[in-house]
């Protein structure tokens, strides 16, 4: 399985980016797909999931904001931030499995990473 993921870039604070994660070599259908970031000096966390099961959840800095989405026909997950505010700044990631839910180690695959960068 490969994730590559694309969207990442440079925006003021209220602005809207949308991360996008293209799947390849696996069967998309049965993988829960999930975002994560991980801002300079700090762990990597969750940010929003969506399991193939159709159900969703979001960490709370998300909620609101951030909404996650999938095209099964596309192979592809996606993430459109709204709102967004200079915390948010961090690398962001796609992570693909077809158990995990929430926590990092429960992924298997994950993406290189696009950076994302919000400007007060």
């Known amino acids: 399985v490969q994730l590559v993921e694309s969207g990442g870039g440079l925006v003021q604070a209220g602005g809207s980016l949308r991360l996008s994660c293209r799947v390849s070599?696996?069967?998309?259908?049965?993988?829960?797909m999930a975002w994560f970031r991980q801002a300079p000096g700090k762990e990597r966390e969750f940010v929003a999931a969506?399991?193939?099961?159709?159900?969703?959840v979001y960490a709370d800095s998300a909620k609101g904001r951030f909404t996650i989405s999938r095209d099964d026909a596309e192979n592809t997950a996606s993430l459109q931030m709204n709102s967004l505010k200079p915390e948010d700044t961090a690398v962001y990631y796609c992570?693909?499995?077809?158990?995990?839910?929430?926590?990092?180690?429960?992924?298997?695959?994950w993406g290189q990473g696009t950076q994302v960068t919000v400007s007060a």
């Open positions: 992570a693909a499995d077809p158990t995990g839910f929430t926590g990092r180690y429960e992924y298997e695959y």
């Open positions: 070599q696996g069967k998309f259908s049965h993988l829960n």
């Open positions: 969506f399991q193939w099961t159709s159900r969703t």
